[in-house]
């Protein structure tokens, strides 16, 4: 699944620390789930509007979740809002669809003052090499020029949005080709999953500006 793939870029696989400022994680995150579904079919975006294009429920429980959320507030249809809103518990729901999978484990660490943080990460050799692997395969397609899947599409243009790029072609500086390829992944989007896109780069954009001050 994307998000899932993008969880797996975004996170460190030998601690689970997110590699971004946690508010940017999220909204790549809400990102890619609001892309799954309409590469589903379930929903789509125009001029900065969400509407339902299918109420059947997909077939990932979670995708199901976020559908019924969205058909139950029909009066909230922009992205905007969206993305904010399902950035502030995306990395714990598809963490713990990544735990369904098998492909990491709850961590929990005890914080000061008795509290406790929960982190999703691969502690296994096998968890660990694929989870490394959803970098290293991106970086393969794009440092060999290889034509991308709009799945992957999707993906190399969310990466960028957020700022990942440097962690997915870390060590390829010398394949000026691959980065260049960046804005046309996003450009070849349909016009709604580029919005998405764009709707989250501004979104990024924002928390930078705000975290400066």
């Not at 794009?142 to 700022?163: C, K, N, Q, Y």
Request: hydrophobic share 45%; net charge neutral.
């Amino acid at each position: 699944m994307l998000a899932d793939q993008y969880y797996l870029i975004a996170h460190e696989d030998r601690t689970g620390r997110s590699r971004l400022h946690p508010r940017a994680t999220g909204l790549g995150l809400a990102a890619a789930l609001l892309a799954e579904l309409v590469l589903e079919g379930r929903i789509g975006v125009t001029d900065g509007d969400l509407f339902i294009v299918d109420r059947h429920p997909p077939r990932d429980a979670l995708g199901h979740d976020i559908l019924d959320l969205l058909v139950a507030q029909p009066q909230h249809r922009d992205v905007r809002t969206w993305l904010a809103f399902l950035s502030q518990d995306a990395a714990l729901r598809v963490g713990e669809r990544l735990v369904r999978l098998g492909a990491v484990e709850p961590v929990t660490r005890r914080r000061m003052l008795g509290t406790s943080h929960t982190t999703y990460m691969p502690n296994t050799a096998q968890q660990r090499n694929a989870a490394a692997w959803a970098s290293t395969r991106l970086a393969n397609l794009l440092v060999r020029g290889m034509e991308l899947s709009i799945l992957d599409r999707v993906l190399v243009s969310l990466v960028s949005a957020t700022g990942l790029t440097r962690h997915v072609l870390y060590g390829f500086e010398n394949y000026p080709h691959a980065f260049q390829y960046l804005p046309n992944a996003a450009a070849s989007l349909p016009s709604d999953l580029r919005e998405i896109v764009d709707y989250t780069e501004a979104s990024i954009g924002s928390v930078v500006t705000v975290g400066r001050r």
